[in-house]
């Protein structure tokens, strides 16, 4: 099952709106949605062929089971402008499109919802993003953002799983994300998940789950909360839409994962990639009074989140709600990973096989 061009014609009024879409500066981020999207149902046990689509609302039951029990997720990806030699032929890069193919086929799994054959979910996104070409921006950092979805589209009030699903591909040119150091609250209340849980996929109430906890965020002065475990509330897990590492000298270390701890891509690339570039990367457990006491000690410490939107994103103040308010002005690790994961995204330097996937222009 593949995306064809019988399956993917678009309107002619589709088409207008695409070419008269304008790219301005700055692209700010899901401010302009591309007018074409991938979508494809799950039905009578099998996947429909994918297709193009312009975008437009979809009709649903206010019974439809995703809006009541919550039976949907979503991935995160980004088409990058290829602006180097490294990937000779593409227009633009899709970064390790089939980790996310995989990451979503676990979620789904967890969630009770059907396995979308990985070439097809590749296939749909080299399809749409070929389509957009004129939509992925040319600065290194911006992207054409892509969001695949997948909900439980049966209109049934039982407390059971859907047997129809609707899987979708929207598409929005943006801006790099966090291109300043950002300041991290610790969340020592909320806990973002718990053993045996979603924490570890990416289910969508984990992120509506988060929300109250973000509201002090805006009040303070912060920009992303820093979950600890639990449990306890001693051990670091992770940012809400990123992984974490902590920089102690000349290790870096993130914790490993677990069934709260979702497997980030960006986070697999830095640990693959750093003995490459000098580092001794470790998967070990992070204490977070620790980390606080070794930088209020003057050590050479770092913290940073990795993630598809964010890539690397150094902290530069920690803060909760018991006053602290510690700088970290060390950045220079943090900020030379970001610079070769760019540069890998945008095809300007070489990387592993099956890393840079290449998207010819229609």
């Not at 070929?130 to 939509?135: A, E, P, R, V």
Request: proline content about 7%; glycine content about 8%.
């Amino acid at each position: 099952m593949t995306i064809t061009d019988s399956a993917s014609e678009l309107s002619p009024e589709v088409l207008a709106q695409l070419d008269a879409i304008e790219l301005t500066d700055p692209l700010g981020f899901s401010k302009v949605m591309a007018p074409v999207m991938a979508v494809a149902y799950y039905r009578d046990g099998e996947w429909e062929t994918p297709r193009l689509t312009g975008l437009e609302p979809m009709r649903l039951w206010p019974h439809t089971q995703a809006l009541h029990y919550g039976q949907a997720l979503f991935e995160g990806m980004k088409a990058y402008r290829n602006l180097g030699d490294a990937v000779p032929g593409a227009s633009s890069l899709l970064f390790r499109p089939f980790e996310h193919a995989r990451r979503m086929n676990r979620t789904a799994s967890r969630l009770g919802m059907p396995e979308l054959p990985e070439q097809v979910y590749v296939a749909t996104l080299e399809r749409l993003v070929s389509t957009l070409d004129k939509l992925v921006p040319g600065r290194q950092g911006q992207s054409l953002y892509l969001r695949p979805t997948m909900f439980g589209a049966t209109a049934d009030l039982s407390v059971v799983p859907s047997t129809e699903f609707c899987f979708v591909v929207l598409a929005t040119p943006s801006d790099a994300f966090f291109t300043a150091p950002i300041s991290a609250w610790i969340e020592r209340l909320f806990s973002r998940a718990g053993p045996g849980g979603t924490g570890n996929v990416k289910a969508a109430g984990n992120y509506a789950a988060s929300f109250a906890a973000a509201a002090k965020l805006g009040e303070k002065g912060f920009h992303q909360l820093l979950w600890l475990d639990a449990a306890t509330h001693t051990q670091v897990e992770e940012f809400t839409a990123m992984n974490v590492f902590v920089r102690r000298g000349d290790r870096l270390v993130t914790p490993p994962l677990s069934d709260t701890i979702l497997a980030g891509i960006t986070r697999d690339s830095l640990l693959k990639l750093g003995p490459s570039l000098g580092l001794d990367m470790r998967e070990e457990p992070i204490a977070i009074d620790e980390v606080v006491a070794a930088a209020r000690a003057g050590e050479d410490v770092e913290l940073f989140g990795c993630g598809t939107g964010a890539v690397v994103a150094p902290v530069e103040l920690l803060g909760d709600d018991t006053g602290l308010r510690l700088p970290l002005p060390n950045r220079e690790v943090a900020s030379r990973l970001r610079q070769h994961m760019l540069d890998l995204q945008h095809g300007v330097i070489p990387g592993p096989d099956g890393w840079q996937w290449p998207v010819p222009r229609a």
